[in-house]
């Protein structure tokens, strides 16, 4: 069985958006494992002296039990163009460590800089993020994504963005995309415009 991760964000000595985290590492744990009690993971990641400046991920892995904790600079992913990839049999819907099947459509790519995965006929997300689309008035999340991230949570709850069903065929409807992930919030997370993913 492959490991589980959770990336926190660690900016200026805090855990951000850990309830939602905590809340994806209970349902991991309780679908995926069959556990019935958890850690916190408040409790459990102790943010070393140092490391209270500036923005960096906490990176937490673990099976039955927690078995590592590491911390890490926010590495930038310049993504300027994605490639549409399609996949009906693609699974992630835990965190795994192991993201073989990402990668092989990750290989996929092209001369672009990420891909945008179709499963169904239906957009789903990117490599390393979930991703909301602009239609001009409000931000949309494709309701089908592979995997629930924390931020694309966050973001629902506050009501920043909102959910909808996207096909390829819709993305006409939309003027650009961005890319959300646990350590890019909707005004960190590299934007591009439709034009720049590839059929």
């Known amino acids: 069985m492959s490991r589980f991760i959770e ?3 660690l900016l200026n000595g805090e855990l951000k958006n850990l309830e939602y985290h905590q809340e994806r590492f209970e349902r991991t744990r309780s679908k995926a494992l ?5 850690p916190q993971l408040a409790d459990v990641i102790k943010v070393p002296d ?3 400046q500036g ?9 039955r039990e927690i078995e590592l904790i590491e911390y890490e600079p926010k590495i930038k ?15 992630y819907g835990f965190k795994y460590a192991d993201r073989t099947e990402l990668e092989k459509l990750f290989g996929q790519r092209g001369e672009c800089d990420d891909i945008l995965i179709v499963k169904n006929n239906l957009i789903t997300d990117c490599y390393y993020a979930n991703v909301v689309f602009w239609n001009g008035e409000s931000w949309v999340t494709p309701d089908t994504p592979l995997l629930p991230g924390t931020m694309r949570a966050s973001l629902l709850s506050e009501g920043q963005i909102r959910e909808g069903r996207i096909t390829p065929g819709d993305l006409e409807k939309y003027q650009k995309v961005k890319l959300i992930n646990a ?10 415009p439709i034009d720049s993913i590839h059929l």
């Open 34 to 38: 069959g556990l019935k009690s958890h």
């Open 55 to 63: 923005l960096l991920k906490c990176r937490v892995s673990y099976e």
């Open 183 to 192: 350590m890019n919030d909707l005004q960190l997370a590299p934007e591009i």
């Open 77 to 91: 992913h310049r993504v300027h163009s994605l490639q549409l990839v399609y996949s009906d049999t693609i699974e």
């Open 50 to 52: 140092g490391l209270d």
């Open 7 to 9: 990336t926190i964000q």
